[in-house]
């Protein structure tokens, strides 16, 4: 039986590790590249028949973790598969208040993660997979932040947009090929995480916005984060996947 290859980034908590766990089926071919790696995780692969890879490494040094994807890719075998799909999940809130008042260490570490290292695995996997004879997708989630400013989340803000920009001239580039890979930069809803924790937690005279997100907590208008990992991957089996690379899960 041919697998699905998917390479998923920041896999060991929240929505990731969500989707992660829904991945697990017999059809799936599955690499986790995440800080942490899970012994649970590793056991659900098991019971489904799962081939499972997960890396411990830190979206922080892009380029070492993209040379070793690179390597991996080489290894395999397009004749086995039926598709392959890269998500870069893996992001950091950072710095919530006005930038001077962040170390420049915890600025460059925030843009790393959440746009370098997309950025970085993305070149490597359509490299490596530009000859492959099955569909490709790449999905990038995004958030609406990268839509709409907020104040003291400068940092967070600027990566998403620069990730959805990404997307829009990737996917052009992307349509100049024979075989073009599907781009969708995708923002999953609000969802209930440990990311959604440090904006509750955030210092309220330097972050004005605190309040909506208490407020989005106290009332239930969060996603949990396996509804979220739900919705999201079932916006990457849509037959209208890529035809917007710039999207939303709630779009119709």
């Known amino acids: ?11 060991s908590r929240g929505m990731g590790l969500a989707m992660a766990e829904q991945l697990c089926r017999p059809d799936q071919q599955l690499l986790c590249i995440s800080r942490a790696s899970s012994d649970a995780l590793d056991k659900l692969a ?4 799962t081939e499972l890879w997960q890396w411990q490494a830190d979206l922080a040094q892009p380029i070492a973790v993209a040379n070793q994807l690179s390597q991996w890719l080489m290894q395999v075998d397009p004749a086995h598969l039926s598709s392959a799909t890269l998500i870069n999940n893996a992001g ?17 570490q ?23 004879a099955v569909p490709r997708k790449l999905l990038h989630i995004s958030s609406g932040l990268g839509r709409r400013p907020m104040a003291a ?4 803000c600027a990566g998403k947009a620069g990730l959805d920009h990404f997307a829009r001239s990737l996917a052009l580039d992307e349509a100049l090929h024979a075989n073009p890979a599907k781009v969708v930069s995708l923002a999953p809803g609000v969802i209930d995480t440990d990311m959604q924790t440090e904006l509750r937690s955030a210092a309220g005279a330097g972050f004005p916005d605190q309040s909506m997100f208490v407020q989005m907590k106290t009332s ?7 509804k979220a990992a739900q919705q999201v991957l079932a916006y990457l089996q849509r037959p209208d996947f ?6 939303d899960v709630r779009d119709i």
């Open 220 to 226: 239930g208008a969060l996603t949990s984060p396996a």
């Open 46 to 49: 098991q019971q489904h028949g």
């Open 242 to 247: 890529g035809s917007n690379p710039v999207a």
């Open 153 to 156: 989340s400068t940092l967070y």
């Open 110 to 132: 925030g843009l790393t993660v959440n746009l370098q290292a997309p950025v970085l695995l993305s070149a490597v996997f359509l490299k490596h997979t530009r000859a492959w």
């Open 92 to 108: 950091v809130i950072g710095h919530l208040g006005p930038i001077e008042e962040a170390s420049l260490d915890s600025l460059s």
């Open 1 to 11: 039986m041919k697998k699905h290859l998917t390479i998923l980034t920041g896999a």
